[in-house]
């Protein structure tokens, strides 16, 4: 997995031998600042696009190689043991919507199964779009599968650099929706003001101040009073649409503070608006890890728990991962991956291209 937040490769070893997935092993390749650049550049329309976008897939699948022979090294498990790859790909513009409907991953697969000599599942989103869906978010599927209780009602709370739910309800079916940014732009302006690719822990946004009139900006933005099924990504949410809010003169650290608090106001609203009923509240993805976020996402909830996936057996860093394997498995055994009920598309669908080893 490698998403929109743009750090790296995830990779997880999993078992599907057993009636209940088992996550063996984990292993993360960093982007360099010269890839994440060439990465964020191709976000935009500019130069030479089609030649800049098949050299960057070739350079990620050999990274995505990197991250399979990393996960496997050390394991005593052989390459023509995996029954495949799972990967994602690198979004690089994600529309959607009547009139575009497509969703760009880069990935050179035929490349990745060549240097790991594994099959490799890839293209999981455009099966969804083409049946009408958003083709986001795809992991609710997942998260239904694994983290579902009987008796509890509980809500997966996924952030990335978009952040996304999916509402477990044990009376009805499964629900869920990106809410908004994630880490993106607080990255993005953390990047920016202090050269630092994200904020530790959400320390430099804790100094600063929340900007009631700027947050007030941000929360007017369509996207958020929309209903679902909707998804989202860089090509809404980015510096762009930072800038067309601010006066100004705003202090940067206060600037991060209100978008802190962005993130943690449109995911507690969505929970709010969308599973009210909710007792319980697990986070996962990068941005569990921002403690000052964590803080004020607990806040905003009061008389729910909210607790990161750990305590339900998966660590919050590797679920993506562990759900693209999933995504993987199920089209290897050919069972629909998506969920119309999220997506918005005329039925479940198998998602995701096959090439053989
Ligand atoms: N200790 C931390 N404090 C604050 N933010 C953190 C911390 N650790 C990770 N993050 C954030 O998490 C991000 C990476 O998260 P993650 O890998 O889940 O996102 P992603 O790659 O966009 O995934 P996806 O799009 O699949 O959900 C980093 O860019 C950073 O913003
Ligand atoms: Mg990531």
Not at 82 to 109: D, F, M, S, W
Not at 200 to 206: Q, S, V
Not at 308 to 324: H, I, N, S
Request: charged content about 20%; some cysteine; overall charge negative.
């Amino acid at each position: 997995m490698s998403g929109t937040s743009l750090d790296g490769v995830d990779a997880a070893l999993v078992d599907f031998s057993a009636a209940a997935p088992v996550l063996l092993r984990t292993f993360f390749c960093p982007y360099d600042d010269e890839l994440r650049e060439q990465l964020l550049a191709l976000h935009q329309p500019g130069h030479d696009e089609l030649n800049r976008a098949a050299i960057l897939s070739n350079q990620l699948s050999s990274l995505y190689a990197q991250a399979t022979a990393g996960v496997l090294e050390n394991t005593g498990i052989a390459a023509r043991q995996i029954t495949a790859i799972g990967c994602h790909g690198q979004t690089v513009r994600h529309c959607p919507e009547t009139g575009k409907n497509y969703t760009i991953q880069l990935i050179n697969a035929a490349l990745l199964a060549e240097l790991a000599q594994i099959t490799v599942v890839a293209d999981f989103r455009s099966r969804d779009i083409a049946a009408g869906g958003q083709g986001a978010p795809l992991v609710p599927a997942f998260h239904h599968a694994v983290f579902k209780h009987a008796d509890h009602h509980r809500v997966i709370v996924n952030i990335g650099g978009i952040a996304n739910i999916t509402c477990l309800d044990h009376h009805q079916s499964v629900s869920g929706f990106d809410c908004g940014p994630g880490n993106l732009l607080m990255d993005a302006w953390c990047s920016r003001h202090t050269g630092n690719t994200y904020d530790k822990d959400g320390r430099w946004a804790a100094s600063g101040r929340i900007i009631p009139a700027l947050l007030e900006r941000f929360l007017s933005e369509d996207f958020f009073a929309r209903k679902p099924p909707k998804s989202t990504g860089r090509d809404l949410f980015n510096l762009h649409w930072l800038e067309q809010k601010l006066c100004g003169d705003e202090a940067p650290r206060d600037v991060q503070a209100s978008l802190l608090q962005l993130t943690a106001t449109t995911i507690a609203r969505s929970i709010q608006e969308h599973c009210p009923a909710a007792e319980e509240i697990y986070l996962c993805g990068g941005g569990a890890h921002n403690t000052a976020l964590v803080d004020r996402l607990t806040i905003s909830m009061p008389g729910k728990i909210v607790a990161l996936t750990d305590q339900l057996g998966v660590a919050a860093d590797w679920v993506e991962a562990f759900a693209f394997a999933w995504l993987a498995h199920q089209a290897i055994v050919r069972k629909a991956g998506s969920l119309a009920e999220v997506t918005g598309a005329k039925g479940n669908r198998i998602l995701g291209a096959i090439y053989p080893a």
